[in-house]
């Protein structure tokens, strides 16, 4: 039985290998596939002012989008407003008022009616940028993502207070996570005291990184939490809250770490190097809060691009058939991945928040020490 089992396994094996060199010959070299592959990843991990859903080369080899244009939205001497279509996914220059502007690189420049573009040595555009604030992929999808948790969970709270405080429908499956972060995360990390005033921020950052990690991993090919701005923009909220929640032993600790035990005289020296890294400590927290969950989902979308890409380079049975099992592989863990980044990050500014509101018995600590 083990025998006939190990022939149709070989047999299957070169099976395989004879269709492995089966098939149209490639048009192009596997060096100018990679290249290929390589600006399909790095334009994966940029912004666009677009919602491209796919494109397709047709017989004369003409490229066809589908998606959606989204508004751009510009600061030059005024107010400009206008579609992102006028672009044409970065092919044409776009006339506003008098004005030209030309997309490169998913950043938009000012430039003629034949879209001259000026470059350094390091072949970097050095035509004038107008102040961008427009509508991107990245801001539709969190706008988006916000508009979701609010629809969800104040469905979620209205059947929950509808239904006497029991969980229905979906809560069942959202109730156990809200609980967790409040029992689990909150309360040992901040403490039973002040835990609560901090729960709102918690929850929403826990979710809000979660889907836009989940939408980062279907075909829609967002990658927002890749974006640095963002991981950025929720450090920076982590760090104010941090700061201004601080108490009075939260700001002792930092400039004054040695406590009342020494003179001023006799500890100066070490302060002039402890302060210092304490102060410094205070901004690389959020720093390696929004460099950890930046680099990990940044990481994830290069190794699956490029694992997807792979299937392209090679062109065979063997190589094309072993790249989308392992890209399906690292996709599930992927999953995992965009669960337990949001955990991170959410159990990390608990505990920031926790060293800030933290309190310390001082009487007590003083009794104790005139006992011995």
């Not at 579609?83 to 997309?103: C, I, Q, R």
């Not at 970097?124 to 979701?148: A, Q, R, W, Y």
């Not at 929850?203 to 640095?228: E, K, Q, R």
């Not at 939260?250 to 406590?259: A, N």
Request: contains cysteine.
């Amino acid at each position: 039985m083990q025998r006939k089992t190990l022939i149709r396994l070989l047999s299957a094996l070169v099976l395989l290998v004879c269709f492995a060199s089966c098939g149209e010959k490639p048009t192009t070299t596997r060096e100018e596939r990679k290249e290929e592959v390589k600006e399909y990843v790095q334009h994966h991990l940029l912004d666009s002012h677009d919602f491209s859903l796919f494109s397709k080369t047709d017989a004369s080899g003409e490229v066809h989008h589908y998606g959606f244009p989204l508004p751009v939205i510009l600061w030059d001497g005024g107010l400009k407003v206008f579609s992102s279509s006028k672009f044409h996914h970065g092919e044409t220059v776009a006339e506003v008022d008098g004005n030209y502007y030309k997309l490169e690189h998913a950043k938009i420049y000012k430039t003629d009616a034949a879209g001259t573009m000026t470059y350094d040595e390091d072949n970097h555009p050095t035509n004038e940028k107008p102040l961008d604030i427009s509508i991107t992929k990245g801001v539709f999808m969190m706008l988006l993502t916000c508009i979701l948790m609010f629809l969800l969970f104040r469905s979620l709270a209205k059947s929950y207070a509808k239904n006497g405080g029991i969980a229905k429908g979906t809560g069942r499956f959202f109730e156990p996570i809200i609980l967790y972060i409040r029992d689990d995360i909150a309360r040992p990390n901040i403490g039973e005291k002040d835990y609560k005033r901090f729960m709102p921020y918690l929850l929403t950052v826990f979710f809000f990184i979660w889907f836009l990690n989940i939408f980062g991993l279907t075909p829609l090919g967002v990658n927002v939490t890749g974006n640095i701005a963002v991981t950025t923009a929720l450090a920076v909220i982590v760090f104010f809250i941090t700061t201004f929640s601080g108490k009075k032993d939260y700001w002792k600790h930092i400039f004054d770490p040695l406590g009342d035990g020494m003179p001023w005289f006799g500890k100066i020296f070490i302060y002039i190097i402890l302060v210092p890294i304490e102060i410094l400590g205070m901004f690389i927290k959020p720093f390696a809060l929004l460099i950890r969950l930046y680099a990990n989902m940044t990481a994830g979308h290069v190794v699956l691009g490029s694992l997807i890409g792979l299937i392209f380079i090679f062109q065979n049975w063997v190589g094309g058939t072993l790249s989308f099992g392992l890209a399906f592989a690292i996709s599930l863990i992927e999953v995992l991945v965009a669960l337990l980044q949001a955990y991170i990050f959410t159990m990390l500014a608990a505990l920031y928040f926790g060293f800030a509101v933290e309190e310390h018995d001082h009487g007590h600590d003083h009794e104790t020490e005139v006992a011995h």
